[in-house]
């Protein structure tokens, strides 16, 4: 077996950490993040919303079971780069059918193994986010000088707009499974399959419409509601999309949003969203769901999150859309983690109904956003 070549992973703050090249050989910038599920390492790095990032797995042994068609969340993987500790040399699934080292390799994804993910990702912790670059092939002999100012010249996440990288660019739809309740129209910021699966289950027939839609294009396709997906960048960096979303609002269609889509409802009705210190990644954050008390353990990823003046009381829109409550709260630091307008037919979560990777506790929120759109068909007719 070749013995993988150097790679070396530097930080912008000056650390670094020496590996071996894992996947494709080359130079790979991105905002460093660390995700800390033990399983789903296909799902996370198929999720769009990663792109731009680089994901430290903290989980140490990473590619066991291969990759396979199912479980991919789009049509590729997405992270801008990939810091594993173990790989695994033996790929064992029934349902493998490629291994993740070749995906990495054929979809040009710059990795590093033989990293302390564990020590990375307390660092990250400590110190926030930041951005990052990983070295490697040719690139692994730069200088020390030269591979940092490479990582400090790359972009911040903050105040990036990503959605073009990753959203279709024509409509795509999937039909309804059973009864069909209509058309929904789901605004493509970095979907995941698992949600149009999750939709087209509770009857709607799922039309996936490019991230630059206008309020026409999307009231053209005659939809009983929409949806905004999740999707990575900056929520404040898609001002276009909350202009969209507002007309949608007061074209009273019944809305759902989840992840970056629940940032831009919050923008959409007048709130802030700001930037948390290293984010929320994985599948074991515990969110309480205000309306029945009961707490869910749910997957996360995201590093941008709502201000709400209070997590406990409902409080004006600032944009005047009626009275607006927070409906989720995460329970390890409060932060705000679902939406409900109380006066008009509008709700969101910050983290991942769907899962995949993950658990389906969560999973009674498309229940939730049938019943309301079944709820508003009946007023409408009336
Ligand atoms: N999964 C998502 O939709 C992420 C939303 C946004 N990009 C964030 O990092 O907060």
Not at 29 to 48: I, K, R
Request: glycine content about 10%; charged content about 20%.
């Amino acid at each position: 077996m070749p013995v993988p070549s150097p790679a070396v992973l530097v930080l912008e703050d000056g650390t670094r950490y020496e590996g071996r090249a894992y996947g494709a050989e080359g130079r790979t910038l991105g905002e460093l993040v660390f995700a800390t599920g033990m399983t789903g390492y296909q799902e996370t790095l198929t999720d769009p919303s990663y792109a731009g990032q680089i994901v430290i797995q903290t989980a140490p042994h990473i590619g066991n079971t291969g990759m396979n068609d199912e479980d991919m969340e789009s049509r590729r993987i997405w992270v801008a780069g990939y810091v594993v500790r173990d790989p695994s040399r033996v790929v064992s699934n029934f349902r493998s059918i490629r291994s993740l080292d070749d995906e990495l390799v054929s979809t040009d994804i710059v990795g590093i193994s033989g990293i302390d993910t564990r020590a990375v990702t307390r660092h990250i912790r400590d110190l926030g986010a930041m951005r990052a670059g990983i070295f490697s092939g040719g690139d692994a002999t730069l200088s020390q000088y030269e591979q940092l100012e490479l990582v400090r010249a790359g972009d911040e996440m903050a105040g990036l707009n990503l959605s073009a990288q990753v959203s279709v660019t024509e409509n795509t739809v999937t039909p309804a499974v059973g009864e069909k309740i209509g058309n929904l129209a789901v605004l493509d910021l970095g979907v995941k399959q698992s949600t149009i699966v999750n939709l087209a289950n509770r009857g709607f027939e799922v039309h996936v419409l490019p991230q630059d839609s206008t309020l026409e294009q999307i009231l053209a396709i005659e939809p009983v509601a929409a949806f905004y997906s999740n999707g990575p960048g900056d929520p404040s960096a898609s001002e276009g999309q909350v202009q969209v979303l507002r007309g949608v609002l007061d074209a009273g269609l019944p809305f759902f949003g989840i992840c970056f889509g629940n940032q831009l409802l919050g923008r959409a009705l007048g709130l802030d969203t700001y930037k948390l210190p290293f984010g929320h990644r994985g599948i074991n954050q515990p969110v309480v769901d205000k309306s029945t008390g009961r707490v869910e353990i749910t997957a996360h990823n995201h590093g941008f999150a709502v201000k709400a003046p209070s997590n406990d009381e409902p409080f004006d829109s600032p944009n005047g859309y009626g009275r607006v409550e927070v409906s989720h709260v995460d329970l390890n630091d409060d932060v705000v983690e679902g939406l409900n307008a109380l006066d008009i037919p509008a709700f969101s979560v910050q983290y991942h109904p769907e899962a995949a990777a993950g658990p389906h506790d969560a999973n009674y929120l498309f229940d939730r956003f049938r019943e309301l759109v079944l709820d508003q068909t009946k007023k409408d007719a009336e």
